[in-house]
């Protein structure tokens, strides 16, 4: 059974319940020369700030990561601005050098979104860009 999928508007709000037990990851340290493919991105904003995923997409896109979608998602209340990816796939590099990038926590996709389609997902909080 496929998990729904985020909501595709970024009015910011919305009943939020439930939450994350995955547990940040550290990136690690001086980066080498090796270069890690830009895979597109979802971003979706899980806070009381209206357009905040919208301008989230907007700074990674200036990074030069595309984007594919940008919406919200009110499924429950993700603690802090998260990269998610599907572990042991490409997803797993370009999602740690993006958290690296952007200073943003990194986890594998929690069982909300094992069932969401292949992709990079940043859900985006109040603390983003702090």
Known sequence: ?????????????????GGDTGTARSGGGGGGGTSVARLPLRVYNNSTISGLATRAA????????????????????????????????????????????????????????QHASPGIIVIVTNDYGR
């Open 1 to 17: 059974m496929a998990a729904p999928a985020p909501a595709p508007s970024d009015g910011g709000s919305g009943a939020r319940t």
């Open 58 to 113: 907007e700074d990674f896109r200036k990074a030069g990561w595309p984007i594919d979608e940008i919406g919200n998602y009110p499924q429950g209340i993700i603690p802090t601005t998260t990269v998610y990816y599907r572990p042991g796939t490409e997803e797993e590099a370009a999602a740690k050098a993006l958290a690296e990038q952007f200073r943003m926590r990194v986890n594998p996709r929690f069982e909300g979104l």
